[in-house]
């Protein structure tokens, strides 16, 4: 069983950056893929950004492209998203999940975590 723990979110300005983190713990060789995603009010979750554990593959949701940046540190058991130029359309709650392939789909990963808030003001 995987047990994943976001952290890092808050109220930022519109043009500020936040860094979320994702701490995994009970992880197996299996699990080799996580991934960001997020979901605002009345919207579908949606793909923000994956990174594969061991080959370093990463990939990233249109709304994430050049703005943002996930990394991974193994030794941590931690991924992490790098977000700038934040826009009040990133208010969001943000989630990681664990999974066996890197996907854009939701229902690739099995384990979630509980989300973490992000609120962008204009």
């Known amino acids: 069983q995987v047990h994943l723990v976001e952290s890092g979110g808050g109220l930022v300005q519109a043009g500020g950056s936040l860094r979320l983190s994702c701490a995994a713990s009970?992880?197996?060789?299996?699990?080799?893929?996580m991934g960001w995603f997020r979901q605002a009010p009345g919207k579908q979750r949606e793909f923000v950004s994956g990174?594969?554990?061991?080959?370093?593959?990463?990939a990233y949701g249109d709304s994430a492209k050049g703005r943002f940046t996930i990394s991974s540190d193994n030794a941590k058991n931690t991924v992490y998203l790098q977000m700038n130029s934040l826009k009040p359309e990133d208010t969001a709650v943000y989630y990681c999940?664990?999974?066996?392939?890197?996907?854009?789909?939701?229902?690739?990963?099995?384990?979630w975590g509980q989300g973490t808030e992000v609120t962008v003001s204009s």
């Open positions: 999940a664990v999974g066996e392939f890197m996907s854009k789909h939701p229902l690739m990963y099995t384990y």
């Open positions: 009970g992880r197996s060789s299996s699990d080799n893929a």
């Open positions: 990174i594969h554990w061991s080959i370093g593959d990463t």
